[in-house]
């Protein structure tokens, strides 16, 4: 005959047995949750930068930007023999128009800029010029006839030597319809109307960095 008592025990065991098991998985995730919670707080903290790593990215920053200041001021200071939207050819700065004027206003800019409407002194220099105007279109030069009808003269007032007027394109000039100005247009020279919209080139000395120490 079995002791009261220890029926008793015999029948709560599979109970507390199943509590137990029961008890486990909350109980591990329960520890999961916790280290997964204590993970993500590492994560958060470690990720805000301290004191001490801010203002060490604030003094790289500081210099940084005082580098490129003096960067800079040394590029200012540079000697170029021309100015940033010139092109250097043989000692001489030229600027190309984007826009286009009529002759007598693309003097008058170039003057503006201390500079000249384009006189041409070499073969090395057409065939600079004729290139690179050929590239945008139809360009002025500083030659013209409208003092005097067949006599042509650079805007300095010297003429045009003979050495350079093999740079007339067939038939050219030819005076049609009171082309009085000089322009370069496809592979040479040609007389157009002076109230013709080209576009233009100046051309001055260039600076001489030797000098400007």
């Not at 520890?31 to 930068?49: K, T």
């Not at 920053?61 to 092109?87: G, H, I």
């Not at 007389?191 to 260039?206: L, V």
Request: glycine content about 6%; overall charge negative; charged content about 25%.
């Amino acid at each position: 005959m079995t002791a009261p008592g220890k029926a008793q025990a015999q029948e709560q065991g599979p109970l507390d047995e199943e509590q137990l098991i029961d008890s486990r998985p909350r109980n591990a995730m329960n520890r999961s949750g916790h280290r997964q919670a204590s993970v993500f707080n590492s994560l958060a903290v470690s990720n805000i930068p301290s004191r001490q790593e801010y203002e060490q990215d604030q003094s790289q920053q500081k210099q940084v930007y005082q580098e490129l200041a003096q960067m800079k001021d040394r590029m200012s200071n540079l000697c170029r023999p021309c100015s940033w939207d010139w092109t250097f050819f043989q000692g001489k700065c030229y600027f190309f128009s984007k826009s286009q004027r009529n002759w007598h206003d693309s003097v008058t800019a170039c003057k503006e800029a201390g500079a000249q409407l384009v006189i041409v002194e070499s073969a090395e220099e057409q065939s600079f010029l004729q290139q690179t105007s050929k590239s945008k279109g139809v360009t002025w030069m500083g030659l013209s006839d409208l003092n005097k009808e067949g006599t042509w003269h650079w805007v300095d007032g010297s003429p045009l030597s003979s050495s350079l007027g093999n740079y007339w394109n067939t038939g050219e000039p030819n005076n049609i319809g009171e082309e009085d100005c000089a322009e370069f247009k496809n592979d040479g020279w040609n007389d157009g109307r002076c109230e013709n919209s080209n576009f233009w080139i100046c051309k001055k000395t260039a600076t001489s960095c030797t000098d400007a120490q």
